[in-house]
Each structure stands twice: as structure tokens, then as C-alpha cells.
């Protein structure tokens, strides 16, 4: 299977490098490919721009139609269109994305590549069909009952429900999370490295 990895965290010897290095590594051992995309690394800009919002909607008689302006991001969007699998790897800052992967879905995610907007009405189409196993595995700062019972799982929802559902369906979605991050002994966070490789040799 050929699989996009898409890193967002700023330090290279971060948590999360050490887990986009251990599913890596479980991944091309069994034969996989994958293609690693640490966004900082790439200098990946997150600014929606000016000529890409203009064009998000562009008209087209009574109907909107798919002109998406993508020269500035072209590169990222063929690497997701010749994905098989998504694998995602970040920490949740504010219970929420780091804004460079949020820039990242704003920008590629976009219309003419991972949806359509249905001409007869507000519905979304999806387009990334390609993509068969969509997985997340990130961090928080916060315990889990926080972060499930208080916030209510915000991320998960997010791209469960929102950016894989809308993009592809009967998408294989997964998401692994080491909660308590900020509090994690280096036990647990070895312990929670086996638990990825151990995962990632089942795709």
C-alpha cells in the first residue's frame, strides 16, 4: 500500500517524530511505501491564500464548478492523490489541530481534489477515493476524561466525522491517542511506541 505520512510538530527530536519514525519503520518493513511529509521540514505555509479563496467558489452559470486554484500547493496534492492510505501524526494543542496541519487541510484538502460541491445543492461529494485507511496518531496534554468527557473528543469527531467522511467513503478510520502527555514517564511512552508498531503491523 502506498502511504502519505503527514508529520506536524516543530521540533525534529519531538514525541511525535519518534512515533512518525516508529510507524515508518513498522510500515516498510512490511512491505508498504510510504512517503513521509513533516510539513515543517517542507516549509508547508498554512495561509489559505488570496488567489486560492477567490477561487474556492468559482461561478459558473446557475452553478458553482470545481476552479480551485492549487498552483501554489500542487506538489502536496499529487502526493495525496497517489496515496493509498493517510496516516497522520501530530499533538493536539488546544484540543484541536496544530495550525499547520489545519493549513494543510484548508489548503490541499479543497475542492476538485478531496470533495465536490454537489451542483443541485449543498452536499459534499467525495473525490479522494483513493484513499482506503485514513489514521491519526497524536498526543494531548490532558488526561483522557478530559479530553473525551469534558471536551467530548473534538479531534476524533473532527476528522472522523468530518474530513474522512467527506472525503472518502467506507474509509478504514483509526485514531491512537497517548493522553496525559505533558505527565508521561518514559515508560509509558516507550510502552505507548510499542503499542504504534504493534498497530502499524496490521495494515
Known sequence: MRILMVLAHPLEDSFAASVARAAKETLEGRGHRVDLLDLYREGFDPRLTIAERGSYFAERGSYFAERYDASDVAGWIERLKAAEGLVLVFPQWWFNFPAILKGFFDRVFAPGVAFE????????????????????????????????????????????????????????????????????????RKHHLERVRALMSRI
Open 117 to 188: 460541491h454537489d451542483p443541485a445543492g449543498g452536499r459534499i461529494v467525495p473525490r479522494l477515493t483513493n484513499i482506503r485507511l485514513f489514521w491519526a496518531l497524536t498526543t494531548t496534554g490532558s488526561p483522557w476524561w478530559v479530553v473525551r468527557l469534558y471536551m467530548g473528543d473534538p479531534v476524533r469527531r473532527l476528522l472522523k466525522r468530518g474530513i474522512a467522511a467527506f472525503c472518502s467513503k467506507d474509509v478504514d478510520f483509526r485514531m491512537i491517542s497517548l493522553h496525559d502527555m505533558d505527565r508521561a514517564t518514559e515508560a509509558k
